[in-house]
């Protein structure tokens, strides 16, 4: 929770930052890198509260918890970046039909360059810090950031050049470039929170881990199949049936489950496994492979 505070309170110092630059210079390059500003702070308050919500529990309501809860946060992101994008295309277009002198440049560059920096050290440790405890939102929102230091770092050498040529009207022009960045990684945004609430498998070299470890255990005579893997924010599902002799006890057959489980949450993060357990001898635990079974598809 700390990291998404540390978020907000370097959006409204970058923000005040980036738009007294704005209102020293007039220049629509700096006007469009504040309001990517806004769009941080916008963001991190929705990162805020979305780890509220998923710190929660499982509940009654439910019972899979509330990691999910972190793609509308993505989601949201990912829409206000759009917003901004159009919004600086705009103003960038007006600007470019009618151009308008730059003031005090060299002091406006330096704000903007300041104000790079401090988002370059944060959106780093967000990073790391979203890799490490597995949330989609707290490592968007760090690269969000980095974004805009890479954005910040553009408009100023575009402005800087617009000063020392006299073309002012590179100026919109770098705006509108900006505009254009910012929108595709505001459409990458939402995608990747529209595959997060599809119930998207995990990632491929953690499901070769998890084929990895069933097949450990053929060598003692069982089989296994209908393997179906989600990721929920940070949580990990995943499901799999294990077929054993039909002469095991229900004890053996509990032990050998329990053995799979456990070894799997060992290997995985935030893992959590289900597994049914199914005679070899049984033609009916092969009818079971796909979501729905062979024997409930309509004649």
Wanted: glycine share 8%; proline share 4%.
């Amino acid at each position: 929770m700390k990291y998404a505070w540390l978020s907000v309170g370097t959006a409204v110092l970058t923000i005040s930052i980036k738009y007294i630059a704005y209102l020293v210079t007039g220049s629509v390059g700096l006007f469009s890198d504040a309001l990517e500003g806004i769009v941080n702070l916008v963001a991190a308050l929705v990162v805020l509260t979305t780890l509220k919500i998923v710190e929660q529990p499982p509940d009654e309501t439910h019972p899979y918890g509330h990691d999910k809860a972190e793609y509308f946060s993505s989601g949201i992101e990912g829409t206000l970046i759009v917003i901004a994008a159009l919004t600086i295309l705009y103003t960038s277009v007006q600007r470019l039909l009618t151009p308008e002198p730059l003031e005090q440049v060299g002091l406006g560059l330096i704000l903007a360059l300041v104000a790079s920096a401090i988002n370059f050290v944060v959106g780093q440790l967000l990073i790391r810090t979203g890799k490490q405890h597995d949330s989609i939102s707290i490592e968007a929102d760090g690269k969000h950031l980095m974004s805009d230091v890479w954005t910040s770092v553009g408009v100023v050498v575009g402005v800087g050049i617009a000063v020392l040529t006299g073309l002012e009207w590179l100026d919109p022009v770098v705006a509108i470039i900006v505009g254009l960045k910012i929108g595709w990684e505001g459409i990458s945004i939402f995608r990747r929170s529209s595959q997060g609430l599809m119930d998207s498998a995990i990632e491929p070299n953690e499901r070769e881990l998890v084929e990895t470890i069933l097949n450990t255990y053929c060598q003692h005579g069982i089989e296994w199949h209908a393997l179906r893997t989600r990721q929920s924010g940070s949580r990990r599902f995943i499901s799999v049936h294990i077929l054993v002799p039909g002469s095991w006890t229900v004890q053996q057959g509990h032990d050998l489950a329990e053995n799979i489980e456990a070894h799997m949450r060992r290997q995985i993060n935030h893992c959590s496994v289900f597994t049914h357990v199914e005679p070899l001898e049984d033609p009916r635990a092969f009818g079971d492979q796909s979501l729905v079974r062979l024997d409930e598809l309509p004649e």
